[in-house]
């Protein structure tokens, strides 16, 4: 399949390739709402629960594909390490109250180190939920990422820096509405405008 071309504005801004576009990721995202439907029946006692900041765009729209009521939470990890590379992940936020009882979704927007994903499951597996899974947009081909434990996996991606969709450098690009490629010389150049 041919890559779409960058619309020429994101071209200027560094972004060097579009990797999934809007439609290809409207279709998954329906799909893994059909999925999570199908899997969790009437929406009784769900929870999604988001990763700030990341994965508003996703979860926005996967909670629209889900055709049920289900509760919608959020909790905020931070990661630390230099802007493009994470190195560990810290709780920024209390992990939402009242899990006891429920099937709990952990939506984030990439699996990178694993490390965000590793820290929310210890500390779901000391709540009581009836049922955890970790859904994301995408998960990087390296370890230790194909090795973390992860439900439900919208792509599997070269293991580069993207950006859009919610993903984000220095807090810029999370509203470009594709996941693109952000060039080495735009991250090395910290995108000034
Ligand atoms: P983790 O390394 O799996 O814990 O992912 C931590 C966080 O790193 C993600 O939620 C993103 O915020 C960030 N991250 C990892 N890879 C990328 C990327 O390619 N683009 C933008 N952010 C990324
Ligand atoms: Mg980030």
Redo the contacts with the bound molecule.
């Keep these: 399949m041919n890559s779409p071309l960058v619309p020429a504005y994101w071209q200027q801004q560094g972004i060097e390739q579009v990797l999934i576009d809007e439609a290809s990721i409207a279709r998954r995202v329906r799909e893994l709402g059909l999925q999570l439907s199908v899997e969790l029946g009437d929406g009784r006692d769900v929870v999604l629960i988001a990763?700030l900041t990341?994965a508003v765009v996703f979860v926005a729209d996967l909670m629209r594909a889900i055709p049920t009521r289900v509760a919608i939470s959020m909790v905020s990890v931070r990661?630390y390490g230099a802007s493009?590379t994470?190195q560990g992940?810290v709780l920024g936020s209390a992990i939402p109250k009242n899990l006891e009882g429920k099937h709990v979704i952990v939506v984030?927007?990439?699996?990178?180190?694993?490390?965000?994903?590793r820290l929310l499951r210890a500390e779901m597996a000391t709540r009581g939920v009836a049922s955890l899974r970790a859904c994301v947009l995408l998960r990087?081909q390296r370890e230790p990422?194909l090795s973390t434990p992860c439900e439900m996996i919208g792509f599997d991606i070269p293991d580069?820096?993207?950006?859009g969709y919610g993903?984000?450098?220095n807090d810029e690009f999370r509203n470009m509405p594709f996941v693109g490629v952000l060039g080495a010389d735009a991250i090395r150049a910290g995108v000034k405008r």
Excluded: H, I, R
């Design positions: 990763v990341g990661s493009t994470s992940a984030d927007e990439v699996l990178d180190s694993g490390g965000t994903l990087k990422a580069v820096f993207v950006v993903l984000d450098f």
